[in-house]
């Protein structure tokens, strides 16, 4: 097995997790729930075809999932796309990648904890939403300093709890349609005539897309990994297959009894809440109840606990290599966690959240830019591939090493094209000021360098 060693780093974080960790990692990450918390707006983007939103998204994520395993098996370290672009390219193309991942994994935390507290806030209102954001963050801290297998011990926990609340939610909804509640017919999740077009469908898979980002945080755990690093590369392929099941299963059922239909179409959701009205619509008040207090749970725990653990590994890497402040790679000698870069997480966290709760469409700006940060580190993931593989390498595999990624990069850009506009102008200021960051690195004599490369 390959180690960091070999890489010019130090072995310092503790290696004890395995396929099963990994693969229940990227899921937990990903939230088997995910939907019910953005249902109403992707059926309103999709007109109804929220079903195959979803799958479209699932083919834009399967290639990039492929391109991961790939420079996973090549490069097993800390870092994801920061480091595969990095070391398969070249340092300052890492750099860019880390800092448009940057965009995702920093402020993913940020909009769980929004999402969260506002959900908590709905039925416990004299708790303010800042002060839930202040409680989720401060929980997730503490259980991520304790070290990396109370983390996974925790998750294995919770992903058994929003399995049971998705198993009871079909049951019912399964019930409901038996029982002639339907408002659409069977097939109409996944195609309508009526509303059909490339870029109302493309549009909304930029939105559901959303709910797969996650899969590629298990590439951050790649130094804690304790088997081969062909298992990593198999567990997010593995994560992200079981969740798209998951994912077009609840949404096709939420999506035939969707009440309003019509309505929800032309004033989108706002509130939010759209997928608790169908739950009430097929199984009562008390489903409804169900389904938005394991949103705020999974969202505001679960799914931040991983995403803070993922962006502090991140953080560690770059740190390490001196492409960001060096304190953030200090770690704790006794719990093995970067310890600094887990606080730094957390502060950013709080401070963006609190913000964000302040205005009126936060969920949605938030969502609009981790969604491109994402797309476009994604992008330099599929060229790393290509480069690292057949132009350096000389390999013949054309499938894996070329035909995946260029497909991924055709996928990718179609679905940043139809984001909306306020994404690509944000995203677009975010990666020119990660450009002049370079530049200035440049100017001072400081161009990034990998360990190996250094002089």
């Known amino acids: ?39 109403g707006h992707v059926f309103a983007v999709s007109h109804g075809m929220v079903a195959l939103a979803y799958v479209i998204g699932l083919v834009a994520m399967a290639f990039t999932a492929l391109s991961y395993a790939q420079m996973a098996r090549a490069f097993p370290m800390a870092g994801s796309v920061y480091t595969y672009a990095g070391r398969g390219i070249a340092a300052p193309v890492g750099f860019i990648a880390g800092w448009s991942i940057l965009l995702d994994y920093v402020l993913v935390p940020s909009l769980l904890y929004l999402v969260a507290g506002v959900a908590m806030n709905s039925f416990v209102p004299a708790v303010p939403v800042w002060l839930w954001l202040v409680a989720f963050v401060v ?44 408002q659409t017919g069977a097939l109409t999740p996944f195609f309508d005539s009526a509303g ?6 493309l549009a909304a898979a930029s939105v559901a897309v959303l709910s797969f980002l996650g899969f590629d945080g298990i590439s951050t755990l790649a130094e804690e990994n304790r088997e081969d690093a062909r298992r990593l590369g198999r567990s997010m392929v593995a994560a992200l297959a079981l969740a798209a099941v998951l994912f077009v299963a609840q949404t096709w059922v939420a999506a035939l009894l969707t009440p309003g239909r019509d309505a929800l179409i032309a004033n989108d959701d706002p509130a939010g809440s759209a997928f608790y009205t169908t739950a009430e619509f097929a199984g009562g008040h008390w489903l409804s109840v169900l389904t938005a207090v394991a949103t705020a749970i999974a969202w505001g725990f679960a799914n931040s606990l991983v995403a803070q653990a993922a962006t502090s590994r991140l953080l560690f890497a770059m740190g390490r290599d001196r492409q960001l402040p060096s304190f953030l790679a200090k770690v704790d000698p006794k719990h093995k966690v970067p310890v600094n870069a887990t606080l730094v997480v957390a502060a950013l966290s709080l401070i963006i959240g609190v913000y964000m709760s302040t205005r009126p469409t936060g969920i949605g700006e938030l969502s609009s830019l981790v969604n491109f940060g994402a797309m476009a580190a994604f992008l330099l993931l599929h060229v790393s591939v290509i480069v690292h593989y057949v132009i350096r390498r000389r390999s013949r595999n054309w499938l894996a090493h070329l035909v ?36 200035i690195s440049y100017a001072r004599g400081r161009r990034p360098a990998l360990p190996s490369e250094v002089k």
């Open 404 to 439: 995946v990624p260029v497909v991924g990069i055709v996928v990718l850009v179609a679905v940043v094209f139809n984001q909306s506009v306020y994404a690509q102008w944000a995203g677009g200021i975010w990666l020119a000021v990660g450009l002049l960051v370079l530049g």
């Open 1 to 39: 097995m390959s180690t960091v060693e070999q890489f010019g780093y130090r072995q310092e974080l503790q290696r004890s997790l395995g396929f099963a960790d990994l693969m229940i990692y990227g899921l937990i990450f990903m939230v088997p729930i995910a939907p019910f918390g953005i249902f």
């Open 139 to 182: 929980l997730n801290t503490v259980v991520n300093y304790l070290g990396i297998q109370m983390t996974a011990r925790i998750t294995r926990i919770m992903l058994v709890a929003e399995l049971a609340v998705l198993a009871i939610f079909l049951v019912v909804g399964g019930v409901a349609l038996a029982q002639g509640k339907a």
């Open 196 to 201: 059909f077009s490339w870029s109302v469908v």
